[in-house]
């Protein structure tokens, strides 16, 4: 069993498109263990997308992601990163493949309306990011 980190962004929020992202989630027999909304502060921001400090993009990720709340889970299952990757699509939309969540919902490569883990161990550091022990239901 993997977890991984899922963040409904939020222009997914402002649109209302939480329920769809659960749906799809769930339909693949992916595990909710935790699940809460936040709104980030630009700093906080800041410090979850860290590995992207140098990129260009990095000031106006941070804004965005820090402008409105968002809806963080923790997901569980087997291949959970791998799987809940291949439901978002590629980070640019154009790119994502029919039926996935950035193909359907994705405005900009940007405003892409979801985040997934991309390894064990940014799913281990972006978990312990949002969530205490306490928090995930591992039981
Ligand atoms: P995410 O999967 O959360 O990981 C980093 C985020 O940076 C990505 O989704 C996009 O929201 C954003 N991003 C990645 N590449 C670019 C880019 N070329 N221009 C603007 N934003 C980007």
Same mark, same amino acid.
């Given at each position: 069993? $993997?977890?991984?980190?899922?963040?409904?962004? %939020?222009?997914?929020?402002?649109?209302? *498109?939480?329920?769809?992202v659960?749906?799809?989630?769930? =339909?693949?027999?992916?595990?909710? *263990? @935790?699940?809460?909304?936040?709104?980030?502060?630009?700093?906080?921001?800041?410090?979850? &997308? !860290?590995?992207?400090?140098?990129? %260009?993009?990095f /000031?106006?990720?941070?804004?965005?992601?820090?402008?409105?709340?968002?809806?963080?889970?923790?997901?569980? /299952?087997?291949? !959970?990163?791998?799987? &809940?990757? $291949?439901?978002? /699509? @590629?980070? +640019?939309?154009?790119?994502? =493949? $029919?039926?996935? *969540?950035?193909?359907?919902? =994705?405005?900009? #490569?940007?405003? +892409?309306?979801?985040?997934?883990?991309? !390894? %064990?161990?940014?799913?281990?550091? $972006? #978990?312990? &990011?949002?969530?205490? !022990?306490?928090?995930? +239901?591992?039981?």
């Open positions: 069993m $993997e977890r991984t980190l899922s963040i409904v962004k %939020p222009d997914g929020v402002a649109r209302g *498109i939480v329920g769809e659960v749906k799809r989630l769930e =339909a693949d027999n992916l595990k909710i *263990i @935790a699940m809460k909304m936040i709104h980030m502060t630009k700093a906080q921001a800041e410090g979850f &997308y !860290a590995v992207h400090r140098e990129r %260009p993009f /000031g106006s990720l941070t804004d965005f992601m820090s402008s409105g709340p968002a809806v963080v889970m923790v997901l569980t /299952g087997e291949n !959970a990163i791998h799987r &809940y990757r $291949e439901l978002m /699509g @590629a980070t +640019n939309f154009k790119e994502a =493949a $029919e039926g996935t *969540i950035r193909r359907d919902f =994705a405005t900009d #490569i940007e405003k +892409n309306v979801v985040h997934g883990s991309d !390894a %064990p161990e940014t799913a281990a550091f $972006e #978990i312990g &990011y949002f969530f205490n !022990a306490f928090e995930v +239901n591992a039981r």
